[in-house]
């Protein structure tokens, strides 16, 4: 095994390991205050910026022949159909989950704090919470009847 690859395979992945991570330590370890929060989020930028250099000055490449991949692509090949298919059932999950995150934020905390005034609206507001929570079982269910189409 070369150097180029003993390069490849373990300090590259490991560099970019520590890029991505270093982000997170400093939001973990740091107050979150507004002026430490840009500070992370900028720094969350360079890390990115700095994986992608990574990546373009040392493209991992080489490890597998020109045959081998093109007999798995082969293999693995699949419509433009399919690959609509997958994208629209991911878009139809992704959306629906971001809506039901939203309708639930902001009918939950109404929601008990109408139960904490007067404990009879229980009812009610547990509709208008479930109401929120089907939005997402239904991008659930739409994704399943896309990919089983």
């Known amino acids: 095994m070369s150097l180029n690859q003993v390069l490849e395979l373990i300090f590259l992945p490991l560099l970019i390991t520590i890029l991505l991570a270093l982000p997170v330590y400093v939001a973990i370890t740091k107050k979150k205050s507004g ?3 840009r500070r992370a989020m900028l720094m969350n930028l360079c890390a990115f910026g700095a994986v992608m250099l990574c990546a373009i000055a040392f493209p991992i490449g080489g490890l597998v022949s020109a045959e081998e991949t093109a007999e798995a692509a082969a293999k693995t090949a699949g419509t433009m159909a399919d690959a609509f298919r997958y994208l629209s059932a991911a878009l139809a999950v992704g959306v629906g989950c971001i ?9 939950a905390p109404a929601a008990i704090g109408a139960l904490a005034e ?10 208008f919470v479930a109401m929120g929570e089907g939005v997402g079982i239904f991008g659930v269910l739409i994704a399943i009847m896309i990919l089983n189409s």
């Open 35 to 37: 002026k430490s929060m």
């Open 99 to 107: 809506g039901c995150g939203s309708a639930v934020g902001h009918a």
């Open 118 to 127: 007067d404990p009879k609206t229980f009812g009610k507001a547990l509709v």
